[in-house]
């Protein structure tokens, strides 16, 4: 007698489409809302929003069960090796999950899988705190 196959994240939220609007969601947010100002500079100081939300609906898509885009692109889905070059605060990593909850939330996420998710996510995000310079030294504001 088989198994029954448990159904991947992605697909419980509405697959790939239901994770776009998500993630859309997400950096709409992050650019628009003023508390979430340092996270705009992180983002725009690399390869900008738009390379970072496409980046993210890929590596969203394998971490949560779905194609690992991400990896097939680059290899790899190693969130620290990914951020290396990014000074992360603890205070960047919890805006960053509430921007991320909100999300979740805007969208209709609910459930024991999506609390399962948020609890993966929140692990992920304050594994990657660390204590690079800031990238504020000689900015001007």
Do not use: K
Not at 101 to 128: F, K, S, W, Y
């Amino acid at each position: 007698m088989s198994r029954p196959r448990h159904e991947a994240l992605i697909e419980q939220i509405g697959g790939e489409p239901a994770l776009r609007r998500l993630v859309t969601r997400f950096y709409d947010l992050v650019e628009t809302r003023p508390e979430a100002r340092d996270l705009q500079r992180l983002h725009f100081r690399g390869h900008g929003v738009d390379h970072t939300r496409e980046a993210q609906i890929e590596f969203m898509s394998g971490f949560m069960g779905g194609r690992a885009y991400y990896r097939e692109r680059h290899g790899h889905m190693d969130l620290r090796e990914i951020h290396a070059h990014v000074p992360i605060r603890e205070v960047d990593a919890e805006m960053w999950l509430a921007m991320w909850d909100q999300a979740l939330q805007d969208c209709g996420h609910i459930g024991q899988p999506v609390e399962n998710l948020r609890r993966t996510v929140r692990r992920a995000a304050l594994m990657l705190v660390n204590d690079l310079p800031d990238w504020r030294v000689g900015e001007t504001p």
